[in-house]
């Protein structure tokens, strides 16, 4: 008898994790929400009226570690200027089997020229594909990342570019925070500032989402923010459902 029970203990783990929710995904068939501050392939913004957005000053190549931008600045020419600066960036080139996707160039440009999508999946068979040129880079006339053949884009991966960038503020001020300091983008307009971890953020406004609650039930239990653990962390999710006069109230 006590045989049969240990037999029948050990699919136990098994049914429990029979009405746990799937983590896995039939990848890349599906893939998963990125997260809202995934560093991917790049892309060169323009301002609203289609002119763009890099000045070709070399800020970005000049701070990549990975050494793996190329910039050629060239005056702009006095009747058809492609930037409103003195200078556009002639040639920009990215060497995708050298970039860490760490976003120092990002930082550094003052224009915010050029930001990082959430894609990552694409490969190539040869040296020469993998460099980039900025025909590829540079955003359509829509202001969206021009999806190339070769490339696995999905909902989502083109949105709000660099969105890790407009938290709080350069140099990470707090008194700063939620107050815009960059200029709009052709097809985005004047990108919602991304707050910090207070009430105040908004989510839906800037692509971000509360990924951790969204995964909470996936997460170590070390790894759950303290307000969200146990049966108060529950009695506090409800009380975040619950409309902000009547949580003022509690
Ligand atoms: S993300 Fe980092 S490694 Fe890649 S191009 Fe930018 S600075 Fe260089
Ligand atoms: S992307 Fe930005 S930092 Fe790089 S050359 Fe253009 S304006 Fe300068």
């Known amino acids: 008898m006590a045989k049969s029970l240990n037999f029948f203990g050990g699919f136990k783990l098994t049914l429990q994790h029979l009405t746990r929710p799937r983590v896995t995904v039939s990848y890349p068939q599906a893939k ?16 609203e009226d289609g002119m763009e957005k890099c000045i070709g000053c070399e800020l970005c190549a000049g701070v990549c570690p990975a050494n793996c931008i190329y910039v050629r600045g060239l005056d702009n020419p006095p009747n058809h200027p492609v930037s409103p600066g003195e200078r556009y960036g002639y040639v920009y080139e990215i060497n995708y089997l050298r970039c860490i996707h760490c976003d120092l160039c990002v930082e550094a440009c003052p224009t915010q020229a050029i930001t990082e999508s959430k894609m990552f999946e694409f490969s190539f068979t040869n040296r020469a594909d993998a460099i980039y040129t900025k025909a590829e880079l540079v955003v359509d006339d829509q202001g969206f ?25 350069p140099s990470g001020e707090a008194a700063y925070e939620g107050v815009i300091q960059w200029t709009a983008d052709l097809g985005a307009g004047t990108r919602a500032a991304e707050a910090g971890q207070n009430e105040g953020r908004n989510d839906e406004a800037t692509g971000s989402k509360p990924l951790r609650r969204a995964f909470a039930k996936h997460l170590q239990p070390d790894d759950v923010p303290s307000d969200l653990r146990g049966l108060s962390g529950r009695v506090n999710e409800m009380k975040a459902k619950l409309p902000k006069r009547l949580r003022d109230k509690l």
């Open 32 to 47: 998963r929400p990125k997260q809202p501050r995934q560093h991917g392939r790049h892309v060169l913004n323009r301002y």
């Open 145 to 169: 990342p021009k999806r190339l053949p070769w490339e696995d884009w999905r909902e989502g991966e083109a949105a709000m570019t660099g969105g890790w960038m407009r938290a709080t503020s």
